[in-house]
């Protein structure tokens, strides 16, 4: 019986951190074939990945805390991701056609970006524009 207490203790110390560092993720999808993926190492991040269209992949990795990341894709067959390493980074990413790649990566603390890539090029853009997105249908701009 101690053994099991023991182990249990074991078990509640292990699963604690993760309890302890709460984040906010969400995937909003429509269409087909789509595939999307969120992992967060920290305490406090939130991240949003909206697709609209067929066979788009949309990536999100948050590494250190209060980071805020957004991907939208609009269209088919798009790969998108944005990677974030450090502390209180914003990022939005936004893909408009078909068949575009892109990666929007932050390695350090206070940063902040955005961009919006269509057949006809890319352009930097204020992280704001995804709330803008959020107001028209984007779903992701009330993450926090």
């Given amino acids: 019986m101690k053994r099991l207490l023991l182990s249990l203790a074991a078990l509640a110390a292990l699963t604690a951190p993760a309890a302890a560092y709460p984040g906010a993720a969400r995937v909003t999808q429509q269409g087909t074939d789509n595939a999307a993926a969120i992992a967060q190492n920290g305490r406090g ?5 909206t697709q609209r ?5 949309g990536r999100v990795v ?3 805390a209060g ?9 088919r067959g798009h790969y998108g991701e944005v990677v974030q390493a450090g502390d209180n980074n914003t990022a939005c990413l936004i893909q408009r056609g078909a068949n575009l790649d892109a990666s929007l990566v932050q ?3 206070n940063l902040s970006g955005g961009f919006v890539q269509t057949r006809r090029g890319v352009y930097q853009v204020s992280p704001s524009v995804c709330s803008a997105y959020a ?8 993450v926090r």
């Fill in 45 to 49: 991040n939130a991240a949003a990945v």
């Fill in 53 to 57: 269209g067929d066979a788009n992949t």
């Fill in 62 to 64: 948050q590494d250190g």
């Fill in 67 to 75: 980071n805020t990341a957004g991907l939208y894709q609009a269209g």
């Fill in 107 to 109: 390695s350090g603390n």
């Fill in 135 to 142: 107001g028209r249908g984007g779903h992701w701009g009330a």
